[in-house]
């Protein structure tokens, strides 16, 4: 039973759809996803750079085409009940393509079958971001002038 589960796992974990790939940590892709975040956002600080590769408590999923990354989720499980959305971002071409809604709805609903809460943090004025987790479930825990705080409860 515990081998059937594991097959399952990585046929869920690694599905190609046409030349889209779809990932579960691997971290070979760990440099594409710096590259994506460097491109947009400029250059990635020492901080997410650790947790992509060392954080023991890291769930990373990738969207892969022509072997570069142009999705990625990184959460970070903060105890056995919470885990904490740490940054989601397309490649701007690629942008209002459905691509963030996939990467969410399959996190969202593998990681709710071990945490109670899926947390994050979203500044204010990222409208698109906030629309994007509304319609996922997230609501509005607490906020201040230039962050909202956002959880999924299962
Ligand atoms: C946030 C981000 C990941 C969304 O990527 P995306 O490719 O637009 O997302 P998708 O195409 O999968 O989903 C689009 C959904 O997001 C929401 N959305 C995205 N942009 C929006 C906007 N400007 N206004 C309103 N809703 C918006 C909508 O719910 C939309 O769903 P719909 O098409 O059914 O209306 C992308 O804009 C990004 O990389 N932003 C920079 C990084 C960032 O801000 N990350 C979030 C940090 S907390």
């Not at 796992?9 to 594409?32: G, H, P, Q, T, W």
């Not at 947009?40 to 072997?67: M, P, V, W």
């Not at 989601?88 to 990467?103: M, Q, R, S, T, W």
């Amino acid at each position: 039973m515990q081998k059937l589960l594991s097959v399952l796992a990585v046929i869920r974990s690694f599905r190609i759809v046409r030349n889209l790939v779809y990932k579960k940590n691997d971290k070979k892709d760990i440099v594409n996803i710096i590259n994506l975040h460097n491109r947009k956002f400029g250059q990635i600080d020492n901080l997410t750079k650790l947790y992509l590769y060392t954080h023991k408590n890291r769930s990373l999923y990738t969207i892969i085409k022509d072997d570069v990354c142009i999705a990625y989720a990184l959460y970070i499980a903060r105890d056995n009940n919470e885990i904490h959305l740490k940054g989601i971002a397309v490649e701007d071409n690629y942008l209002g393509k459905g691509f963030a809604k996939k990467i969410l709805s399959d996190s969202i609903s593998e990681l709710g079958n071990f945490f109670k809460i899926i947390s994050l943090n979203v500044v204010s004025d990222n409208t698109g971001a906030i629309s994007l987790y509304k319609s996922f479930g997230f609501v509005i825990e607490s906020e201040n002038e230039d962050e909202i705080s956002m959880i999924f409860k299962k």
